[in-house]
């Protein structure tokens, strides 16, 4: 089982449509969680770190849930300026802070 | 606040050569990674610094890729010889970081990247 595990996708969808994105993670010492939005031949860039609360920032919402080693991703009213992949990240302690990225999703938004 | 920055942005060499990547992280990060990225799939830490020690360095092809950090400040990455399975985007990133894992919640800027080619 790898270590993150992310659906490829692609997610098709039209504008204006909720999307949902998971991201599980097999260690479960694992501390602190990441998404990054990475556009083609682009460097990933944080779009939200996700805490144990949850946290929203305008239509973008993570979620983490530890009992079931998950992290999520939702997209509401989903724009064509969204269309990129969405890469999880997720830190595993063990004396240091060891990230893994997901393979991550790939979300396409039509007109 | 400036970037992370890399050079050089592209690279073009032949099986066996050697090459070598540039990494200045943000002002003032102590941890520094090199990833390897290969079309359709996420990154891969082959090396993590904090200050100029390796923290990791697990996935690393050790028998021709090498990593340093001398002065905890800028890193290099070197590949020797290159095999045509290496071509891919080198990512370097960086993030506060100190050895007590007391910002291990702070997410990583990541440069632009350096595209190897191998023919």
């Known amino acids: 089982r790898k270590e993150v595990e992310q659906d490829p996708g692609p997610f098709n969808v039209p504008e204006g449509a909720t999307v949902a994105f998971n991201c599980t993670y097999s260690?479960?010492?694992?501390?602190?969680f990441f998404w990054y939005r990475q556009d083609c031949r682009k460097e990933p860039k944080l779009l939200m770190s996700?805490?144990?609360s949850g946290n929203e920032d305008g239509r973008f919402t993570a979620q983490l849930n530890r009992a079931s080693q998950y992290i999520s991703l939702l997209i509401r009213d989903s724009k064509l300026s969204d269309s990129a992949t969405y890469l999880c990240?997720?830190?595993?302690?063990?004396?240091?802070?060891?990230?893994?990225f997901g393979r991550g999703t790939s979300l396409i938004v039509h007109p | 606040e400036a970037g992370v920055a890399q050079s050089p942005r592209y690279k073009i060499i032949e099986k066996r050569q050697s090459v070598a990547f540039w990494c200045n992280p943000i002002s003032g990060h102590a941890t520094l990674y090199w990833y390897q990225q290969i079309l359709g799939q996420g990154p891969k830490l082959l090396i993590q610094?904090?200050?100029?020690?390796?923290?990791?360095d697990s996935q690393l092809p050790k028998d021709r890729f090498s990593a340093e950090r001398l002065k905890g400040v800028d890193s290099t990455l070197k590949i020797q010889p290159a095999k045509l399975e290496d071509s891919a985007v080198y990512l370097c990133?960086?993030?506060?970081?100190?050895?007590?894992?007391?910002?291990?919640?702070?997410?990583?800027?990541f440069g632009d990247g350096t595209r190897l080619s191998i023919l």
């Open positions: 610094f904090q200050n100029n020690g390796v923290v990791d």
């Open positions: 990133a960086s993030s506060l970081g100190d050895d007590r894992g007391l910002f291990h919640n702070q997410p990583q800027h």
């Open positions: 260690n479960s010492a694992s501390q602190s």
């Open positions: 996700v805490y144990s």
């Open positions: 990240v997720v830190n595993a302690a063990g004396g240091s802070y060891i990230p893994t």
